[in-house]
């Protein structure tokens, strides 16, 4: 069975620092990983998605993320981060369902915090 | 560019009555729209994956008796939460993407569900 593991339900950083959020998954076939970021009172907003090619990707807002294979993880990171970068973070694994196309499955979410 | 929207934002509900929440896509064909839950400080859950003309596939825990979805054309979904209860209070998100295999979902705004 697939599934993601965002292992750091809370992080907290200084403005300026740089942020790493942890996500890793298992899946039997080639992975397509996305992260979205949730802000208080808001829906899902796409950052940025790996499905082939080059294993580090950047997205939106200046984040960037690293696929690697060996340990089966999708590190998000940005430096430097900025306060207004405070919200939930989730990652999410598209998995593959015969006959009836592909769904996506989250992570439990990363709750960053940035002080000013 | 692409974009769904979803109507209404916000809906308070009595206790076993039924809230209906609409997802219309611009800018591009929603093939496939998928209906998630997220319940007060849990991940995204799918509900189902809908395919136009196609059946709906409900996922462990959500049935089609709970959750009727309509899905009639390439820009239109819409679902009930029937019977409501204090359990089904949540966010609830349409997602729709062009194709029924690997691409990006682009999200709503979500429909926020409290019942008193």
């Known amino acids: 069975a697939q599934s993601v593991d965002q292992p750091d339900a809370h992080v907290t950083l200084s403005e300026g620092a740089s942020l790493e959020l942890r996500c890793s998954y298992s899946?039997?076939?080639?992975?397509?990983l996305f992260w979205y970021v949730q802000y208080p009172g808001q829906s899902l907003q796409f950052l940025l998605k790996?499905?082939?090619?080059?294993?580090v990707v950047k997205g939106t807002k200046g984040f960037e993320a690293e696929f690697r294979k060996s340990n089966s993880s999708f590190n998000l990171k940005k430096s430097p981060a900025h306060w207004s970068d405070s919200a939930k973070y989730f990652c999410?694994?598209?998995?593959?369902?015969?006959?009836?196309?592909?769904?996506?499955?989250f992570g439990k979410g990363a709750k960053l915090t940035v002080s000013p | 560019g692409a974009l769904v929207y979803q109507y209404p934002r916000r809906t308070i509900c009595k206790s076993g009555t039924s809230m209906r929440m609409e997802c219309q896509a611009v800018?591009?064909?929603?093939?496939?729209v998928a209906w998630y839950r997220q319940s007060p400080q849990k991940t995204f859950e799918l509900i189902a994956l809908?395919?136009?003309?196609?059946?709906?596939?409900?996922e462990q825990n959500f049935t089609q008796e709970k959750f009727p979805i309509s899905h009639p054309n390439l820009s239109f979904s819409s679902m009930t939460v029937l019977n409501a209860y204090l359990e089904d209070r949540g966010l609830y998100l349409c997602?729709?993407?062009?194709?029924?295999?690997?691409?990006?979902?682009?999200f709503g705004e979500g429909s926020k569900l409290t019942v008193l």
């Open positions: 809908s395919t136009v003309n196609s059946a709906i596939k409900y």
């Open positions: 999410a694994l598209e998995v593959m369902q015969q006959g009836t196309g592909s769904k996506l499955s």
């Open positions: 790996y499905i082939t090619g080059d294993t």
């Open positions: 899946y039997s076939a080639a992975p397509y």
């Open positions: 997602g729709a993407k062009t194709g029924i295999n690997t691409g990006q979902l682009y």
């Open positions: 800018g591009f064909q929603a093939t496939s």
